[in-house]
RNA sequence: GCCAGAGUGGCGGAAUUGGUAGACGCACUGGAUUCAAAAUCCAGCGUUCGCAAGGAUGUGCGGGUUCGACUCCCGCCUCUGGUACCA
């Protein structure tokens, strides 16, 4: 039989559906084990042989734990709603319903042919109404709730009304908005607007007005993660802050739970790291510093240096700090204002930029320092920033390089604390040394300084200890048309009410002209009946941003179809929590921040029975492409393009500002990916039929300048890099494609053996060779070249056993470590073997089919079958190695000399070192090496080597 | 700037606890087979000296610990990713 790998790829795809072989179900006899992809967005591009990278990983180690013994629930759906999804849909005019059915057609059908054993009947798509029900359901929970910092729990929203009606605000200590206290009694002098507004400031979803990252081009508001150095992360377009009306969702509450609940999690250093970095915790202290001109009035800063405040020698507030108007004095209210507008006015990604020169203005007055008395000057910076700590500081530019900066600048005073001297390489800032002209503080370490202040301001009621978090509650309100309606709505008096529950999905309305509008209207305010459901009331027309359906997707894949919860406590208690995850880095801060928060809160609601979502986390790396293109000097020479040959550049050394490169379609390149990589006659017309602008360019290469029309004889070689798959470069590389010439298992081993699964690594168009011969070694174990079964039951040679068993060993601990790339190479080494023996004996390809299967599904399966076996190898046992053909009787010492190798013995296993010694001794080479020098030392390392010293 | 990770042949990458560096694959070179090609098989393949046997040297750079260092410690360089006035 010939290796027909189309044939048996769609032959078992058919077998494996119909039987229905990768359906779960609970079944408490057996362990469970969750493994999860990060399901895709279906985008129109399909997938690239990037995105299998991790489902593969993800499979073969579901396939190994299911041949294991374990329940293994390995599903996948689709991220359908949000933005991605209508911006292709406003690309390509077609309604995002549909293009969005279209696309998961196509990316179902790429990852079958992929062989992946994915549970389809557990499917879960966002935009499906039956599941966005349940993504509505949760946020009115977090809508209904609030957040107890005294108990670290939850609770009703009527509880906290309870509260207020007997002792007021004062006794609450809570996740909240800041507000100024009130009295029971005040709080029944309220109106409802007023007492829901005041509500508002603790629900964990609540409506505020704030500074918001609005996408004019987008034409909606980002969350802080959508944006990457003043650009959307999708579309790159510019983002300003502007003041807005927004949801947002108070994932502050959780900020410590957060932080330490990482402590637990199997997930790498530098993805901790990434979080931590992201959630911010700062201890430290408010302090207070009396306003001079009125002594009721004080301004409180945040500080993690209380240590320092004896070299506070100004304050400075945030321009947009409540208390300016306050501070300012009346000779310096023109200049002050003059300075808040121009500083409002600036962009974003300009007033982020560490290098500028420092920026601000004195308002004319004074704060009176709390420990010394002195008056201090008030001033206001651009570099303080209103939303963290308090927006105002104490400035010490004896020890922070900004206040320095500043000080510097404005030629204020400044104080040395901090003692360096006896610190080598101790910078500002760095909390080293001892402190100086700081009264009681002096002669202590800054550690210790830290303390004593602390508890000195504590004492003497100058302030209170804190702790801020960089952290930010999380924008939730999208003015697109493409995601969750919001379950509520407004009466006439402008107060937002959650929708009854027993009402939900409010399903998201059809509409055919859903562009953005620039004004920040969303596209369903458009709909007028659906917006007035009833006289007097409006719906909420934003919709909820791409995050808020994936926080939670994993849950629902345990009981997909569930009408009556978002899944039944029996399944959640079955599968509890996600064992492996495996996605991309680049969610280290989006959706894995807001999936751990929602999951913290759906447990403090009692309805998920483990703290965090995701035991393990794998990170898988991106597949590059190459990226080939064309030198273009950038001043055309006569209005024509001059294209120069990239050796050229090199030769001349012609700096990188003058030139560009046109990213070229790689079929039109010789050599593509290597560095002669280069266009010749063919290729430089097929460019110029494709680019027909180009077509009056001149090329210059080594045998001079010619015009593209009398181009012959010679080449312009290219430039190739490594980045990204992109459609804009022309570089893609469709799993289909590969898998129609090579198969899917080819495929599959191939991605694995490109290297660790969580490095980013470019797509080798050759390399898949060495597996491909691989596969046709293992098949020849099989069959002969006239194509006849050649297996059969002779006793193995002992070395074949020894081969088998050594994989067997190295694939089980590879697959748990996820060294996948180093098992491939185990089986390559293992097929070579049993080659080099001629090896055909049953006892020894059974297991050995059995051992490749989670790595190669489909020739596992027909080659089971083939062995005579009627059930899938996929739910048979994965083989156990027999350590009797692991031992060793005799081992081969290495016999070195001052740690270099000069000869090597063979003893027994279990020889005495007075026995190894003894044969390294005799060895005639060592002898030769040793020449009657004494020697020093003899070391042995048991079963390892022997080192003699001379 | 700060934080994290990484630097090994022409290339992708192995080396599990400090113990024969370069597994496995690609590319390349030579040979076998073939009318020829493809495919397949065999051999070689860090650098350097040598006809060879054999030696020297070698894991970004400079030091250190050790009988022995890709691995541990100190100092530096480069690259990748994250972050950016967070007090």
Same mark, same amino acid.
């Given at each position: 039989?010939? !290796?027909?790998?189309a ?30 992809d ?8 399909g997938? $690239? ?24 629930? $390995? ?10 999804? &209508? ?25 079958d ?32 709730? *609030? ?39 005040q ?20 409506? /505020? ?27 790159g +377009?510019p ?9 947002s ?16 999690l ?16 700062? &201890? ?43 501070l ?27 290098? /500028? ?11 009176r $320092? ?14 303080? !920033? ?49 402190m ?53 709505? *407004? ?60 926080s939670?997707? +994993? ?28 996605g ?11 999936s ?22 794998v ?48 079929? +039109? ?12 006659e $063919? ?8 680019r ?22 010679a ?11 992109? /459609? ?11 898998i129609?010439? *090579? ?31 691989f596969?046709?070694k ?6 002969n070249?006239?194509? &006849? ?27 748990e ?10 089986f ?18 059974n297991?050995l ?28 046992? +994965?083989?156990?190695?027999d ?6 009787t ?22 005495t ?29 048991p ?8």
């Open positions: 039989m010939k !290796l027909d790998f044939q048996i790829e769609s032959k078992w795809k058919k077998i494996w559906e119909d039987t229905k072989l990768y359906q779960v179900h609970e079944d408490t006899s057996r362990p469970k084990y969750y493994v999860l990060m399901f895709p967005y279906p985008s129109g591009a997938l $690239h042989v990037g995105h299998p990278l991790g489902y593969v990983g993800s499979d073969i180690y579901s396939r190994y734990k299911r041949m294991k013994g374990f329940n293994v629930l $390995h599903p996948m759906g689709y991220d359908a709603f949000g933005l991605p999804a &209508e911006q292709y849909a406003l690309d390509t005019g077609v309604h995002p319903a549909k293009s969005t059915s279209d696309n998961i057609l196509r990316y179902r059908s790429q990852l042919n992929i062989g992946l054993s994915f549970d389809w009947n557990r499917q879960v798509r966002t935009d499906d109404a039956a599941y966005y029900k349940w993504t509505q359901w949760i946020f009115l929970q977090l809508f209904n709730h *609030y957040y107890d910092r005294t108990d670290d729990k939850i609770y009703p929203i009527t509880a906290l009304i309870e509260i207020f009606e007997s002792d007021g605000s004062a006794g609450v200590n809570a996740a909240a908005s800041s507000h100024e206290p009130f009295s029971g009694d709080w029944h002098a309220m109106n409802t607007t007023e007492q829901s507004a005041y509500l508002m400031n603790y629900r964990l979803a609540f409506r /505020k007005v704030g500074y918001v990252n609005w996408c004019e081009g987008l034409g909606t508001v980002l969350a802080n993660d959508e944006v990457k150095d003043g650009l959307s992360e999708r579309g +377009f983002v300003i802050q502007k003041e807005m009306l927004q949801w969702l108070r994932i502050t509450a959780y900020a410590d739970r957060l932080l330490h609940g990482m402590d637990t199997e997930w790498s250093e530098s993805m901790k790291t990434v979080q931590r970095n992201w959630i911010g915790r700062s &201890e430290g202290a408010f302090i207070y510093f009396p306003f001079v001109d009125q002594q009721d009035i004080s301004i409180k800063v945040f500080t993690t240096r209380p240590d320092t405040i004896y070299g506070a020698t100004f304050i400075v507030l945030a321009p947009d700090h409540d208390l300016v108007p306050v300012t004095s009346v000779e310096k209210l023109m200049e002050v204002n003059d300075f808040s507008e121009r500083v409002k006015n600036k962009p974003t990604d300009q007033k982020t930029s560490s290098q /500028k020169k420092p920026d601000g203005v004195w308002l004319g007055t004074y704060a $320092h709390p420990l010394t008395d002195d008056q201090i000057q008030i001033w206001i910076a651009d570099y303080v !920033l209103k939303d963290y700590g308090t927006g105002a500081i104490m400035a010490v530019p004896g020890d922070d390089s900004r206040d320095r900066a500043f000080a510097n600048e404005y030629d204020l005073s400044i104080k040395e604390i901090i003692d360096r001297s006896q610190v080598s390489n101790a910078e500002i800032g760095d909390r080293q040394g001892m100086i002209n700081s009264s009681f503080l002096d002669g202590l370490h800054v550690t210790a300084a830290i303390s004593s202040m602390l508890d000195y301001i504590e004492k003497n009621n100058l302030g209170i200890r804190n702790v801020e978090y960089k952290l930010r509650d999380a924008n939730f309100s999208r003015q697109r048309y493409w995601g969750e309606p919001f379950p509520v709505y *407004y009466d006439d008096q402008g107060i937002a009410h959650a929708m009854e529950e027993d009402t939900l999905p409010l399903e998201l309305p059809d509409l055919d002209d859903f562009k953005p509008s620039p004004d920040g209207r969303s596209p369903l305010a458009r709909l007028k009946e659906w917006m007035q459901p009833y006289p007097g009331n409006t719906r909420e027309t934003d919709t909820m941003p791409g995050y808020a359906g994936s939670w997707y +994993f849950l629902r894949y345990m009981d997909p179809s569930n009408d009556v919860a978002f899944a039944s406590k029996e399944k959640i208690d079955y599968w509890k929590d996600v064992d492996l995850y495996v991309g880095v680049e969610h280290a801060v989006g959706h894995l921040m807001y751990r928060f929602w999951h913290k809160f759906l447990y403090d609601l009692g309805k998920v029975p483990t703290q965090e979502p995701f035991r393990k986390l990170n898988q790396g991106m597949i590059q492409g190459v990226i080939e293109s064309l030198y273009l000097y950038k001043e055309k020479e006569e209005g024509k393009a001059h294209f120069i040959s990239a050796d050229l550049v090199e030769e001349r050394k012609i700096p990188k500002e003058q030139l560009t490169s046109i990213p070229v379609h790689i079929d +039109f390149v010789s050599d593509y990916g290597h560095p002669e990589s280069h266009l010749n $063919h290729g430089i017309a097929s460019f110029l039929k494709w027909p602008e180009y077509s009056d360019a001149f090329f210059e290469t080594s045998a001079g300048m010619k015009k593209a029309k009398e181009f012959q004889n080449t312009i070689t290219t430039l190739s890099e490594i980045g990204k798959m992109s /459609k804009r470069y022309h570089n893609v590389v469709n799993p289909d494609d590969v129609a010439r *090579y198969g899917a298992d080819c495929f599959r081993m191939y991605e694995m053996f490109l290297g660790p699964i969580e490095q980013s690594k470019p797509w080798d168009t050759m390399g898949i060779e060495g597996v491909n011969k596969l046709k293992l098949w020849s174990l099989f069959f070249d006239q194509e &006849e079964w050649i297996v059969n039951k002779n006793v193995p040679h002992d070395d074949s056993q020894k081969a088998l068993h050594a994989t067997i060993r190295k694939i089980n601990e590879d697959v470590r996820f060294s996948f790339n180093t098992a491939v190479s185990q390559m080494i293992c097929v070579n073997e049993l080659r080099k023996s001629d090896e055909h004996s049953i006892d020894i390809l297991p089919v059995r051992t490749i299967a989670p790595f190669a599904p489909f020739i596992s399966e027909e080659l089971w079958q083939l062995l005579g076996h009627n059930e899938s190898v996929h739910i048979a046992p +994965f083989p156990e190695y350590e009797k053909w692991l031992v060793t005799s081992i081969d010492y290495p016999v070195c000399i001052n740690g270099k190798k000069r000869g090597e013995i063979n003893l027994p296993v279990g020889s070192n007075a026995e190894i010694e003894k044969a390294a001794m005799a060895l005639p080479e060592i002898n030769k090496w040793i020449d009657g020098k004494p020697i020093r030392k003899v070391v042995i390392v079963d390892k080597m022997i080192n003699i010293v001379i």
